[in-house]
């Protein structure tokens, strides 16, 4: 009996060792289910003195030098550099012209407020000295030395509210160079030096789009302005104008009267 029962035991446990083998090889054939296949790894063991390829790959991609750029591609990272430089320096003057533009437009609207106020004052007295010369008229008696006194004294009031409003007009002021130059500026602290007035060419039959005059019609309000040309991009001043200062400060006075 006891016998009996060592052989049913080992049977269990070869049926054991074929199915765990058949489940390992998944779905290899079962004549390829031998014992060197179950001594077989399943995966590739590396030894000790062959070096890792991953790490390998890695370390020679870290250490490998970066390629420098072709003759062509230093030439388009310039052109973005110059074109980016360029674009700074445009947007650098339209933030300057912005905050001119928005100092001119207070100082226009504390002038129409200033008009505003005059006007009323003179609205107000005007509408006084009215109901005074209705009643001298209905009493049919001659002006009075105070109704002409306040109307001499109205009377210079709007002079003078006209003369103030006259001297914020603008005024055309022909301006001209001479020279050879493709592009000419008239640049000023009229407006802080910010835009300028670009001078026209005059027509010449060469047609090398050079020209020997330039000329423009500028529209400013009355004062006294430094002023420098910008011919070329290269600061000009002239003789023909007044100046003041010496060397690089040295800039030309615009009077508008």
Not at 98 to 119: C, Y
Not at 206 to 220: A, E, K, N
Not at 239 to 245: E, N, S
């Amino acid at each position: 009996m006891m016998m009996k029962r060592m052989d049913y035991n080992s049977t269990s446990t070869c049926v054991s060792v074929s199915t765990t083998t058949r489940a390992t090889s998944g779905d290899a054939s079962p004549s390829s289910s031998s014992s060197s296949d179950l001594d077989r790894p399943a995966f590739p063991v590396r030894s000790e003195g062959e070096p890792s390829s991953s790490n390998g790959d890695s370390s020679s991609s870290s250490s490998s030098p970066l390629t420098p750029p072709t003759a062509s591609q230093r030439r388009v990272i310039d052109q973005m550099i110059t074109l980016r430089t360029r674009l700074n320096e445009r947007v650098h003057k339209a933030n300057a012209y912005s905050k001119f533009l928005e100092k001119q437009l207070a100082k226009r609207d504390e002038e129409l407020n200033e008009a505003r106020r005059a006007l009323s004052r003179a609205a107000l007295e005007s509408e006084t000295l009215r109901v005074a010369a209705s009643d001298l008229r209905r009493q049919n008696l001659p002006p009075t030395d105070a109704l002409v006194a306040r109307l001499d004294r109205m009377s210079r009031a709007c002079r003078r509210d006209a003369d103030l409003a006259d001297a914020g007009c603008s005024r055309e002021v022909p301006v001209t160079w001479r020279g050879n130059a493709s592009d000419v500026r008239l640049m000023g602290d009229f407006d802080d030096w910010t835009r300028g007035f670009h001078l026209s060419p005059e027509w010449n039959d060469r047609g090398d789009g050079v020209g020997d005059v330039f000329s423009c019609v500028c529209v400013l309000p009355p004062g006294t302005y430094q002023v420098k040309f910008l011919v070329d991009d290269q600061w000009r001043t002239t003789d023909d104008w007044p100046t003041v200062g010496e060397g690089f400060e040295r800039n030309m006075v615009l009077r508008v009267d």
